[in-house]
Nanobody, 122 residues
Framework: EVQLVESGGGVVQTGGSLRLSCTAS????????IGWFRQAPGKEREVVSCISPSDRSTYYADSVKDRFFISSDNGKDTVYLQMNSLKPEDTALYYC???????????????WGQGTQVTVSS
């Protein structure tokens, strides 16, 4: 059974930083993609960043470019999302998801974690 566990969320002031982690287990594919998505109250889920650990392909939403950085530790099956210069509009429930192919849409990911809350206070 594929499982994804997110951690690292919390409350931070504007301008602060957080690092989210997503650890995957229960899969054997050499090629896969991990995506970070977020959903704020009353808003639709949106893509934040994605990575294909095998070839290091990455994607960032315009709203987080140059502030957020995605990386992977293949030996630990863990993907990190370093979030810097956080803004109140970054407040949301952040999910990581695993898919067989690189995709920037939620439909491309079959497995999802439970989410970790990020709150940025002004």
């Amino acid at each position: 059974e594929v499982q994804l566990v997110e951690s690292g969320g919390g409350v931070v002031q504007t301008g602060g930083s957080l690092r989210l982690s997503c650890t995957a287990s229960g899969f054997t594919a050499d090629e896969y993609a991990i995506g970070w998505f977020r959903q704020a109250p009353g808003k639709e889920r949106e893509v934040v960043s994605c990575i294909s650990p095998s070839d290091r392909s990455t994607y960032y939403a315009d709203s987080v470019k140059d502030r957020f950085f995605i990386s992977s530790d293949n030996g630990k099956d863990t993907v990190y999302l370093q979030m810097n210069s956080l803004k109140p509009e970054d407040t949301a429930l952040y999910y990581c998801a695993l898919g067989s192919l690189f995709s920037i849409t939620a439909a491309g990911y079959a497995y999802w974690g439970q989410g970790t809350q990020v709150t940025v206070s002004s």
